[in-house]
């Protein structure tokens, strides 16, 4: 219907339901643009990211193909969806960061940057010469007053605090599954989240992962910093989930 009557040829056309129908379709370019699945989980003291990685040509250097980006050196960012996309915000972010840091001499919470990227968003499904960005930003952070602390920004300039959170292909799968590990009301220590993260993702996408397929970040308090997991320390995690399991 929407294709016939022209409703989806510009941004800033509602439909006779009241849609915007472009919106919705930046929010399919994250479903569906690299078929891959992202998941954010927080625990009492951390919040682990967790992601596909997938290289898209053997010829590639594998360090070149990431998801996980610094926004300042305390604040993670997990993007999925478009990658030029993802790196054109992930640029913005780090240019709001920098600029309230040089004003007010702090480093910007996390939740103040989550509002300004949804900010940015959602001016971008306003204006007819712009369109949104095919991304989801999950922003992630131990805040020096509300602690570890897990914010998504989606493309039509939404945001929200999260106990855990996912984006991609199987997004709704990987959100019930991520309610039943919330539910389970466990110490979710930081070996412990970043088991249940990995474990969760392995779940929905039905596979056990090698640890060249994943990327993990991390910020914990026992940890200065953004911190991203290397291969070994997420073969050993993937090893402790195969033995729980077992």
Known sequence: MARQSGYDRHITIFSPEGRLHQVEYAFQAVKKNQNMTSVALRGDDCVVAVTQKKVPDKLMEKDFVTHLYNITPNIG?????????????????????????????????????????????????????????GVNAMLFSIDDEKGPSLFQVDPAGNYFGYKACAAGTKD????????????????????????????CLQAVMGMDFKPSDIEVGLVSKSKKGFYRLSEEEIDAALTAIAEKDS
Request: charged share 25%; glycine share 4%.
């Open 77 to 133: 960012c997990l993007m999925t969806g478009i990658s030029p996309d993802a790196r054109a915000l992930v640029f913005k972010a780090r240019e709001k960061a920098s600029k309230f840091k040089d004003k007010n001499g702090y480093e910007i919470p996390v939740h103040y940057l989550a509002l300004k990227l949804a900010n940015v968003g959602q001016v971008y499904t306003q204006h007819a010469y712009m369109r949104p960005y």
């Open 172 to 199: 709704q799968e990987a959100q019930n599954a991520l309610e039943k590990v919330i539910k389970k009301k466990i110490a979710f220590t930081e070996s412990e989240t970043i088991q249940q993260a990995i474990g």
